[in-house]
């Protein structure tokens, strides 16, 4: 009997460990549904680095439609900026590792006005994701999704946050899986500026 209840034990422990273990890698975890975030759900990534995806320009593919409401009131829809490549951020305020890319990223979107950035806010209360804007002084808009049903059908990891950029056809050319360093950011808008 004391056997089995070490054995027992022992599993639980190790069961215990593995769901820790699990919970550190995921970053902030929105419990959003995601597709297949590690192979892509078909849409042809080919993993570069660690947290970091690129598709190859003949096997890009057209991404969920993304619109909605905007944290401004404004309604917008990223296919409508097509002609240009476009960094969509997903993110919240109550996330730590998106308050720590938050600053690369307003700077990377100054530094290139020939790209659209886009934040995609994530089950987050509107209020709270305003304040968060006026504090790190974000300049581009961001889609309130409120209830995590945009982000569902993209090929994002369930934690934040995750960043897809697309290529100025509006194709899904990489993406980010936890906090994106601006110079990985800024190597994949060079390659997508060499392509044109």
């Known amino acids: 009997m004391r056997d089995r209840g070490r054995t027992r ?15 550190g890698l995921a970053a902030c ?12 759900g078909g849409y042809g990534f080919v993993q570069q680095a660690p947290g970091q ?7 890009r593919r057209e991404p969920p439609r993304m619109a909605g409401e905007t944290l401004d009131g404004e309604q917008l829809d990223v296919a ?3 002609g240009r490549p476009v960094v969509l951020n997903f993110w ?8 720590a890319e938050t600053d690369g990223l307003v700077t990377l979107a100054k530094d290139n006005p020939d790209v659209a950035f886009v934040g995609v ?13 006026r504090t790190y002084a974000v300049t ?3 889609i309130i999704d409120e209830t995590g049903v945009l982000a569902a059908g993209w090929p994002i990891s369930i934690g934040l946050p995750s960043t897809v950029v697309l290529d100025d056809q509006g194709r899904l050319a990489a993406r980010f899986t936890g906090g994106v360093v ?3 950011l800024t190597a994949v808008l060079g390659r997508l500026r060499t392509e044109a």
């Open 9 to 23: 034990g022992a599993v639980a422990g190790v069961a215990a460990a593995m769901l820790l273990a699990g919970g």
């Open 29 to 40: 975890s929105a419990d959003a549904n995601s597709v297949d975030a590690t192979g892509g």
């Open 53 to 59: 995806d690129f598709v190859e320009p003949a096997n």
């Open 80 to 82: 409508s900026l097509r």
């Open 92 to 99: 919240a305020s109550w996330c730590a590792p998106c308050r």
């Open 121 to 133: 806010n994530e089950k987050d209360e509107p209020s709270s994701a305003r304040a968060f804007v």
């Open 140 to 142: 581009y808009p961001s």
């Open 182 to 184: 601006p110079e990985e």
